[in-house]
């Protein structure tokens, strides 16, 4: 079992940047990949940005790529989003997901654990 709690969300404006942070709660944090996943009203969820147990890979999407660097410090159970070069199309509710495993997936359905998710504004 894990808890995730994110933080770091605001507003800022385009061409800005924030990071994001998620906070695990339990001893096996290293067993977890990790992930952050967006999502705007009455959109589906997307897939932002992976990475496995050990920080050892990266998964990014298109979008966010070369813009967004994800990283972890298991001794701090804290994964961390750096986001540059904001546009306002990041404007979304950020998620924080824990996958038991050493490798991260792309889809919704391959992570057990949530966040409750951090506002991200991004103004033009």
């Known amino acids: 079992q894990v808890q995730l709690v994110e933080s770091g969300g605001g507003l800022v404006q385009a061409g800005g940047s924030l990071r994001l942070s998620c906070a695990a709660s339990?001893?096996?944090?290293?067993?977890?990949?990790m992930a952050w996943f967006r999502q705007a009203p009455g959109k589906e969820r997307e897939f932002v940005a992976a990475?496995?147990?050990?920080?050892?890979?990266?998964y990014y999407a298109d979008s966010v790529k070369g813009r967004f660097t994800l990283s972890r410090d298991n001794s701090e159970n804290t994964v961390y989003l750096q986001m540059n070069s904001l546009k306002p199309e990041d404007t979304d509710v950020y998620y924080c997901?824990?996958?038991?495993?050493?490798?991260?997936?792309?889809?919704?359905?391959?992570?057990?654990?949530w966040g409750q998710g951090t506002q991200v504004t991004v103004s033009s």
């Open positions: 997901a824990a996958r038991a495993g050493r490798l991260p997936g792309t889809g919704t359905h391959e992570y057990g654990y």
């Open positions: 339990g001893r096996t944090f290293s067993s977890y990949a």
């Open positions: 990475i496995s147990w050990n920080g050892g890979n990266t």
